[in-house]
């Protein structure tokens, strides 16, 4: 009787690592679920809007210019931003404010990316940390899932004039 029960929660152990592993292994490189929140993506990304965020792109280093991530925070990491990659290392980037006079530009260093958000009003962003390093990269969104009359690929970004060429 004790063996049989003893034998029961070893299998129940046993298939709970199995399955504990293959959803850290599916939320890992897969992909996963994410509620955003904050007015920074806005109008690309309201507040609360439910996005589904693919990993593969991270770790196959297929982020491009314009592709919305989710981030590791650079000034607190244990929370997750949501912004639009605005340049690659080695592109020249717009460092300024919209509403500033001068404008000022920079190159991303080697291993980093820029970012913004789309309300460029309302975001915190590369504007003010700076350059951010790739290894930060959790994830590319690739769809809205909620709201339902929003369900589908995202936008282009509003702030296309930001995207260099140079």
Known sequence: MLRNGLGKTFRFLGYTVQYGCIAHCAFEYLGGI?????PSMEPTI???DIVFSENLSRHFYCIRKGDIVIVKSPSDPKSNICKRVIGLEGDKVCTSNPSDFLKSHSYVPKGHVWLEGDNLRNSTDSRCYGP???GLIRGRICLKIWPLNDFGFLRASPNV???LDD
């Open 161 to 163: 004039h930001r995207f």
């Open 132 to 134: 951010v390093p790739y």
């Open 46 to 48: 309201q507040n609360s």
């Open 34 to 38: 994410v509620v955003c929140s904050g």
